[in-house]
């Protein structure tokens, strides 16, 4: 139980010393040093300092009163006791002048049994030794009493039985422990102040640096990378700066980068946007224009034939009508095509890329080398169409671009991923200019194309040097049989 109680407070002690600032803790340590050694201090002092005091006001009383002793010894022995009073009077006065640093309270002449002979003040107002029955201690034959305040030394009369008694006041004694204890309270105090001062300024010095620290924390927390700790010293605080310094800095990097990667990718989507919307016009108009107007011409012949049969002439016209109708169907073919060649659907991505690359060659005045090696006959749908989409768009810039005599594919897999080589020796450009510029849609398209893969574009031109795009698209055949085996 005693236990619990203990666990208890032990803990709330804890609770508040560590929930208060580390200013507090050092204010609070070193006060309380400082207040426990000054008690300590204090304390010793004053009790090595009273006891040598007493000690020596002792050894002083002992000589003082062997020497009254052999003063009245002869009144003594005759029993004078008037004459005694007065001795004893006289000698209370001399030695309590202000010339003596000892005051004599009482002298007085007593024996054991408690009678009293003479006394240098009244009797009633002399101090009875009953007060302390017991001496503190013996000095060979001088007997001591103290009761805090008076210090008692009783010597034998020699040879007559009868005992001097001499009270010197311990006043002063009280005083200088006293005036000491003031004297060191007044530089305790001097030292909690210089101590506090010097705790505040060593808390201020080791604080300030951590303060810093929080509140860069803060802004960090905040999204604000921009923020710097001062290194104050080259301490453990001062190795924590600067590692915060360096994260901070490498915060700062990665979200510049994650902006710009934003940045492009959302310029990439708004232009993808836009070109899907252009195509479709293209599209639009494209119905519109020519197979719209096939389709018309159709209508109107029909109108023509059934005149026509009419009149009995039908055939020359129907033959008419057969050729706008191919004619209708392969502009709708071509608009399919276009849209997308349904050859990657049937045939697979190497028929696709050879009739594509026969195209190009035939428009374009070009030649164009494909070269596929070790290439799956089937990858996954997106992946053809990726790959396709990647290298329609490098042989349409070489047309729009190159003004090359020869462009070249090659694709192929090789150490896990399927790499595409689109090379031409055409004019070139600066990679480098095009990458800041925000037009760069097609050569963004490629680089996102192969991003969704976990692939990249390296760029490869010089002006006047010919271009080469490398491409290089992650792929495990095994992962993907397992894929399809359902
Ligand atoms: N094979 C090439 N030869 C010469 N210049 C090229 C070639 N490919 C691209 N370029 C240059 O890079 C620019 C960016 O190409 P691209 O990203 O495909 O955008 P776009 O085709 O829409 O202009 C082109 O305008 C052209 O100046
Ligand atoms: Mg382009």
Redesign the pocket.
Known sequence: MNDLIRSNLLRRAWNIAGGVSIRVKVLGIVLSVIIALGVIVIYQIRDVLTTRLIDSLETQGIALAGSMADLVSNDVGLRRSNALVTVLQEQQSHYSSNSHNTRVEFIYIANDAGEVLASSRTLSGHRPIIDAPEPIKMHDDAAIYFDGTILEIARPIRNTGWNLHLGLSSASISQTAIDVTLRLLVIMLIMIAVGFAAAIFLTWILTRPILDLVAATDAVAQGDFSRRVPRWADDEIGELATAFNAMTEALETAAHERAERDRLREQYISGVIVAQENERKRIARELHDSTGQSLTALLVGLQDLKQAQANGNSGARIDRLREVVSHALDEVRGIAWRLRPSVLDDLGLPSALERLADQYQRQQNMTVDLVMRGLPPRLPQTLETAIYRIVQ??L???A???Q?QTASVVIGQRDDSIRII?E?D????D?KQ?AQ?S????????RERAGLFGGTLEID?TPGG??S?FIAIPFQPEAQEEIQTP
């Open positions: 768009e490098g349409t810039n070489i729009r671009y190159a090359a689109i031409d055409g004019v070139g450009f990679p095009i510029s037009k760069s849609l097609g050569l963004q398209g490629i031109s010919g271009t795009l």
